[in-house]
């Protein structure tokens, strides 16, 4: 073997060595936001399959759980694990809820676009879990085939007014002719 055939050879095997091939379980908390006391906090503990493509970790099939944790460092689990990666999330501790949205995995439609579902939820402080509304459509828009693609606003999407004493509701509509929100 000569020393090109050795070198390539070290090469491919470090290059494959160092990139999982394989989907593996994986787990870990993300989105914390202060309570507007700041004397909590709330963030999502996520479940998933996990890959090392050697520039970055890529991460599939969540499962969101809502915690709070307070000012001791308790952390408390308000929802069981729900289908889908955290979106939003809003934490209203004064009016006594949260506000949390979901999307599920995206597919790849026929023009290109990627395509998936948006769940918002309110979550009471005491657990209770209320859906708001869920919505399918483009996450993101390719007008040119599929070549290159935009990430546009979700086709629902729940917002509490900074009191948290009114929610606001944004509908998105979105093609490549025409970008439609409606409140």
Not at 123 to 143: E, I, K, Q, R
């Amino acid at each position: 073997m000569n020393t090109q055939q050795l070198l390539l050879l070290t090469l491919s095997a470090t290059l494959v060595w160092g990139c999982d091939v394989t989907w593996s379980d994986g787990s870990g908390y993300d989105n914390a936001v202060f309570s507007e006391t700041g004397e909590s906090v709330a963030m999502v503990f996520q479940t998933y399959e996990q890959k090392n493509n050697m520039k970055y970790l890529e991460k599939r099939n969540f499962e969101t759980q809502v915690i709070i944790v307070d000012e001791t460092g308790k952390k408390q689990a308000l929802t069981n694990l729900a289908l889908g990666d955290v979106a939003d999330l809003f934490y209203q501790e004064e009016a006594g809820y949260l506000i949390i949205g979901r999307q599920g995995e995206k597919t790849e439609g026929e023009d290109g676009s990627e395509y998936g579902w948006t769940a918002y939820e309110r979550v009471a402080l005491d657990g209770t879990v209320t859906p708001l509304s869920a919505s399918t459509g483009v996450m993101m828009l390719s007008c040119d085939g599929g070549t290159s693609k935009m990430s546009v606003e979700p086709p629902v999407r729940w917002i509490p007014s900074p009191d948290g004493a009114v929610l606001a509701r944004i509908d998105a509509e979105i093609s490549c002719a025409n970008r439609e929100l409606t409140l």
